[in-house]
């Protein structure tokens, strides 16, 4: 892992202490957002949207702008609504193509250009962590391999796999089947073809 560091340069970090870099981490040393990469507006929703619907080939995921706004470069001065963190479902992408129609961007408003955040966001953010359980102790320090765990073939799985076995079987007996009929016709037609030879 590679990670930028303020003072330009690149400084390595082994995959086993990336846990313990990032938890030793201040918000002075973390490049939220690059200066030549900032923008005067930024999309911050779109039609009746409260986050920006971004559709893929295999369906839609939303991107939340009030809890990137880091990475825009403007602080966090409060913890994100509900409703913007809260997981929803739409059929169809006729309403994403209509929203896509009324863009709202938002730009100095949204305050000075600023990594920093308030003190009801750190703490909506540690709840957070604590709701989702991400796993910040010291378990991931370890560097004992989970066990290989043998598990029993499903007889299910098994099953379908003959299942599906069975139609080209099927068919191999059809085909041959099919072959001897052939077979015994032309032998058919041959000997009446030598007796009306023969007549």
């Excluded at 750190?122 to 765990?149: G, H, R, Y």
Aim: proline share 6%; with cysteine.
């Amino acid at each position: 892992m590679q990670n930028v560091m303020p003072n330009g340069r690149l400084h390595m970090v082994l995959c086993e202490n990336h846990t313990q870099y990032l938890r030793q981490s201040t918000y002075k040393l973390v490049r939220w957002y690059l200066k030549w990469n900032e923008r005067e507006d930024v999309i911050y929703r779109c039609g009746g949207f409260p986050n920006v619907p971004l559709m893929g080939t295999q369906g839609c995921i939303n991107y939340n702008t009030t809890t990137a706004l880091r990475q825009l470069g403007y602080p966090i001065t409060h913890p994100p609504m509900e409703e913007l963190v809260t997981l929803f479902v739409v059929h169809g992408l006729r309403l994403q193509n209509v929203a896509w129609g009324n863009v709202i961007k938002k730009g100095q408003e949204l305050g000075p250009r600023s990594y920093g955040t308030s003190a009801s966001y750190k703490n909506w953010l540690i709840l957070q962590v604590e709701q989702i359980k991400l796993p910040f102790d010291n378990t991931l320090l370890s560097t004992e391999k989970a066990p290989i765990l043998d598990t029993p073939k499903n007889e299910e799985v098994e099953e379908l796999k003959e299942t599906m076995g069975r139609p080209e079987e099927e068919k191999k007996d059809l085909e041959r089947k099919l072959e001897e009929a052939y077979k015994g016709k032309i032998s058919t037609l041959d000997e009446a073809n030598k007796e009306k030879r023969i007549s």
